[in-house]
C-alpha cells in the first residue's frame, strides 16, 4: 500500500487556480465594511526640516476624514527600541510623522484619510509645506573618504564583518606571474515587486485588530505593530496568505502598515493605505556601492591572492550591511588574503535587503575579475575556475556539508556548448552581430532560521500544518504540503496547510533562501511527533491491534498506521481521532539548524552560469540570446517550482546586468526615475532561452530533509557572466553596471 | 488628481465650443497621456471634453489625390493595421507599432499621439523645476542626468525630446495635420506642427488653445517598398527611443530619386534636413552616401554630460536603417537592428 | 470645496450589466477594485507602464488604470473572473498552471486577459512576435519564459 512520494515530483502550484482566475486576494483587496482610504504625502526635500504644513486647503474638501502630521499625531511609543524589528539594523528607526526633521527625499510627512481613495490623493495634493533646507550628501563616489566599519548590533549575527587578513596580500600581488585590479559600481536598484506596498487595518470594535499586509514576515510585523502602538500580541493580527513580490522589501515593516495601524487606532475605523508606484522608491533599495579588487595568480594560474574591499551606502540612521567582500575566498583558495567592507553614510533612506543582498554585487566583480585574469593567464575561464577548485571551504578549511559545483560546471558548460568557444574577442559573429560566450560561478548561504510548526490530524483524518510564513511567489505552500505528505504517505490532497498568518506558529521571515529548510525542517520534526503521539494513542485504543507494537514496528501511510510487517494490520488515522474523543490531534514543535553538529562544516549553495551575448556589430545593442544555469543546491523538493525560481533569477541577473538602476541626481538628493516606464526591468523580448540544470547533490548533514534554498542562487552567476560574454563578444570590459550598449560605442 | 467636469460633446462644434479658449478645457481621447499627466500632478484640467463620441473623427479614407486621410481618433493600432495603411504607409505601421505597448495602442489616438508630453525626468517631477512645465524656473536637466535628451535644436532652457515614434514617420511622410477651432479650420504641414523649446518651451506644438485636430493627410508617395524604422533603446520593447530613424526611400535601380530620412529621441520636435535628403537625390543608394546623409542631417549636433552618445549612435542608425531599407524584410519586430 | 458630482454609467462586465453612481475622476481599473469589488484585475502602477491591469474592453485588451469608467458607458468588459466557463477553465488559465507561468501571480490576470486579446488580434505567428506583443506585460518575477511557452501552447493549439 505504499503511495507514491510526491517530493522530488513537479507538482503545479496549488494556489495556481486562485491566482489565474484573478480570486487570490492580496493585502489592498479585502472587502471591509465602513472602510477609511489614506494617501501619503511624502518630502520634496532632501534634508531639513518642516517649518510649516497647513492642511486647511485639503481638510475642507469634501469627504476628508482627518490628516495626520508630526504636529498632530497621537502619542506613540517612547523608545527606539520598540520600533526595532526584526530585520533591524544597528542604529536608529526611521519612525513616520515623529517631528520636523527631514532625513531624505520622498520621506512620508503627512498621510490624508478619506472616504475614497481619489478624494484622498486630490486632497493630498493641496497641502502647503514650508521646509527649511540644509545640504546634504547622496553620492557615495563623492564620500568614500568618510568611510568607516558598519556598526555592530543583531543583524551582524546574520552578516558578520569580514574576516581578518592572511598572508601578505600586496606582495602577493606584486610578485605574482599575473595579477588584475579592477574597480566596480554598481548603481542603486529597487526591488520593485509588482503588488504595491498596502495593508487593510480592519478596526474589529473590541480592541483588536486584524491587518492584512505586504510582508514577508507576518510576525515580524506583528511584533511591530504591538511594541510601537502598545497593543498586546494576541490582539494583533497581521495575514498575508499571498504576497505580489517581495525580493526582500518586505523583510522589515513599511511606513504604509505603521501609518495605515496609526489611523485606524485613532480614528477607530478600518483604514486601508496602498502605496503608489513613486512611493515605492521611498523606502529601501539596495545600496549603491564601488569595489575594488586585486586578485594575482601563478603562472600555473593557481590563485595566490584575493583582495576585495567593498564601500556601500547606508542612510544616516541605521547602518545597514550586507556580506561582500569575503565571497572569493568562500569558492577559491589562496594563502594571501584581504578583505574589507566599510560603510559611508548619505542622506537616503537606509537600504533593505534585495534579493542576494551582497552576494550578488560581489559576484559579479569576483567573477569578472576571474574572466580577466584567465585571460591574463591564457587560460580558459572554466579551466581556470578548475585548478582553483576548493573541496573545503577555503576560508575555515571545514568540510562542505555538500558541494556539487564540479557537477554543475560539467552539466552546464557540455549543455550550453563551452567547448565550440573561440577565446579570442570578438572572433565569431552572426550576421551583424558579435557572439560572445561568458560564464561564471555563483555562491550562496544556506542559511536555516528557526521554526516551530503545529501538525495536526483533524476530525476527517486529514493533515493539517500550521506556520506563519508567507508564500511571495516561492512556491512554499506546495512545497510545505509535499513535505508534510510524505511524511504521512498522504497524496497532497488529504493535507491542508495555514500560513501567512501571525496567529500561526512562529517563523522568522521570507528571506535568504531559507523558507524551505527552515519551515520545512520544522514540519518534519512536528510530523514525527506527531507520529509517535498518534502511534501512543493508536495502542491504547480498545483491542488495539497495535497493543504491542514498538514506535520502530509501525509506520504510516496513505491515511493509516500499520505494521511494517504486516501491512495488512492497520489502523486509519480517523479512527484513532475518533478514539480521541473525536478531538483532533495535535502537536507544536520547534525546528532549528543543527548548530553543534553544524559547527563543523561549511554550508553553501553553488551555481555556474554559461551566457551567450549577441551585441550588433555597429550599433552595439546587446541581447541575451540563451543561457543555461547548473544548480547545486541539496535536494530540490518541487523541480517546477525551483526551476522557476532559477528562472525568474537569471531575468534578475540579466535585468542587472543591462537594465535596472534606480538614477540619483544627486545634485537634487533624489531618485528621478522613479516609474516602471523609466525603471527598466526586462519585457518579454528581452528573454529568451534560458535553461536549468538541478544537480544531484544529496546531504545528509545539512538538516532534516538535506534542502537548502533556491530563490538566491540562480542570479548571483548571471550579471559576471553576461558581463563576461560581452567581453568576449566585444574585446571590452564594463566595471559599471547596467551595461548600457551605447558605452559599447 | 483633481476633480474636472465631464462633457460628452455630440458634435465637434459643439466640442470646438466647450473647448473655447481655456487652455484648462482639455479634450480627451484615449487618455493614455492626459490620465498619466493628471495622476502626477502636471496637470489640472477644469473640464474634459470626451471627444470618443465622435465618429466624423474615426475612420481613414482615400483622399482625392490618392493619399489617405487618418481620423485623429483612430486608434494607433487601427491606423497601424489598417490595409491602406499597411500597403501604401508601411513605414508609418511599423513605426506605430515600435511605439509603448499593445494593449497602449489599442487605445492611443493618433491625435493624441501628436500631442503627447516630454519624459523628462524632470519635466515628470513637479517638485523641481522646469521651464516646461514652470517658465523661468530653470532646467535641471542641462546639469543632470541628461542621458535621454536632446543632441539637435536644443535651447539653453529645455532640452527635452519629444518622444513620439509615430510622428517620426508622419515627418518623413510630409503629413498634414488638419485642426479646427473658434477661428475656423487650419491645415498644418508636419513641419510646422511641432516646435523647438527657444525662449519658450512650455509650447511643444503650433496648436492654438482650444484647436481640435480632426484627421492627419498623407499625401501620394513612393516609399511603400522601400522604408525602415528603427528604434533603439535600453530594453527590446516598451520603452522610450533613445534615437530613432524612419527612412524612406524611392528607389530608381540603385539610384535614390528621393529620400526621406527623420530622427526620432533626438530633438523637440522629429527631426528632419532637406539638404540631407537632398544629398542624396540622384545619388547611388550605396553606405557611403548614406553616411555623409547622416553627418549633413547631425550637422550641429550638440551633447551634454549624459547623451554625447546619441551623436555617433545617430550616424550609425541612419546608416543601418538605410540598408535595412533597401530590403524591408530584414526588419524585425520592435524595430529593432537587422539579425 | 465640492465633492465632484457622481453621474450614471452602465457597462457591463463578464456578462453582468453594472449601472455606477461614479464622479468622472474615477478610473476604471478603481471601479472594477473599489466599486465593484472585482480586485481580480491588479493596479502595479496606475500609470500604463505595467500591463497589470489589462482588461478585454469590446474585446479588445486595453489598461484600465489609463482610462475613466465614465467614458466606457455601454461597453462590454471582461476581466480575469469572467475569463473561465463556470468550473472550467480557460485553456490559457490551463495552461499558466501546467506551465508554472507565474510566482507571485500578482500579473497573472493582467498577462492572460493580455494574452487572449494578442491571440485574437491574430497579428503574431512566431514565438519572437509573441513577445514583441506581450511586452506590454511586465513580470518582476522573472516568469517570461514560461509565460510565453504557456502562451504558445495555446497558439498553436487554436491553429
Ligand atoms: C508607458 C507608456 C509608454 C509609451 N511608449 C511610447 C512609445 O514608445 N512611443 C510613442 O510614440 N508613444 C508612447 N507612449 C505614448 C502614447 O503613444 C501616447 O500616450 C498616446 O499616443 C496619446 O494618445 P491618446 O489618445 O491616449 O491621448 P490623450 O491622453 O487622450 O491626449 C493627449 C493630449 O492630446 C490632446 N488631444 C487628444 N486628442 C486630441 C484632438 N483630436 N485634438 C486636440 N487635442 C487632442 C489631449 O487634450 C491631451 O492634451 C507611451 C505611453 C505610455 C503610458
Ligand atoms: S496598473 Fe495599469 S498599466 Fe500598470
Ligand atoms: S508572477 Fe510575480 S510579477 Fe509576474
Redesign the pocket.
Known sequence: MQSTPTVGKPISRLEGIL?VTGAARYAAEYEVPDLLHGYVVNSTITKGSITRIDTTQAMAVEGVVHIFTHENRPRLAWFDLQYADMDAPPGTVFKPLHDATIHYNGQPIALVIAQDVETARYAASLLTIEYEETSFDTCLNDNLHKARKPKKGLASVMKSPPPKPTGDVKKAFQQSAAQVAAEFRHSTEHHN???LFATTTVYEGDGQLTIYDKTQSTINNQLYVANVFGLKYKYVRVLAPFV??GFGSGLRPQYQLFLCVMAALQLKRSVRLVLDRKQMFSFGHRPQNVQRLHFSADDKGQLTGLSHTAFSATSQFEDYAETVSEWSHKLYPAPHTSFDYQLVSLDLHTPVDMRAPGGNSALHAIECTMDELAYKLGIDPLEFRLRNYADEDPSTGKPFTSKALRACYQLAAEQFGWHQRNPQPASMKRGNKLVGYGMATGIWDAFQFPARVEAMIDQEGKLVISNATTDI?TGTLTIMTQIAADEFGLPIEQVNVHYGDSKKPFSMFQGGSATTASTGSAIVIAAQALKKKLWKIAKGMDGSPLAKAGEADVAFDSGQIYLRHDPSVAISLAAIVAANKGRPIKTTNMGKPHLLKLRKYAKATHSAAFVEVEVDAELKTITVTRAVTAVAAGKIINPKTARSQIEGSMVWGISKALHEATILDEKLGKFMNPNLAEYHIPVHADIHELDVIFADEPDEIINELGVKGVGEIGLVAMPAAIANAVYHATGKRFYNLPIHFNELL | MNNFDYLQPQSVSEAVDQAGTNDSNRFIAGGTNLLDLWKYDLLHPAALIDINQLPALNSITETAEGGLRLGALCTNAATAYHPLVEERYPLLSKAILAGASAQIRNMATNGGNLLQRTRCYYFYDPAVPCNKRNPGSGCPAIGGYNRMHAILGASDQCIAVFPSDMCVALAALNAVVLVTGQQGDRSIPFADFHRLPGDQPALDNTLLPGELITAIDLPPNRFATNYSYLKLRDRHSYAFALVSVATALDLDGDTIREARIALGGVAHKPWRNELAEQFLQGKAAIEANFAAAADILLQGAQGYQHNGFKIPLAKKAIIRNSLMALDPASQLPGAQPSA | MSYPAARPVTFSVNGVSHTLSLAPWVTLLDALRERLRLTGTKK?CDHGQCG?CTVLCNDQRILSCMTLAVMKQGAAITTIEGIATGDTLHPLQQAFIDHD????????PG?ICSAIGMLREGKARTRTEVKELMSGN??????NKT?IDAIMEVKESYE
Open positions: 491566482k515587486p509588482m503588488e505580489g513580490g511567489g | 502595479g497589470a507561468a507565474f510566482q507571485c501571480g500578482y500579473c497573472t498577462q511586465l513580470c518582476r518575477c522573472g516568469a509565460i
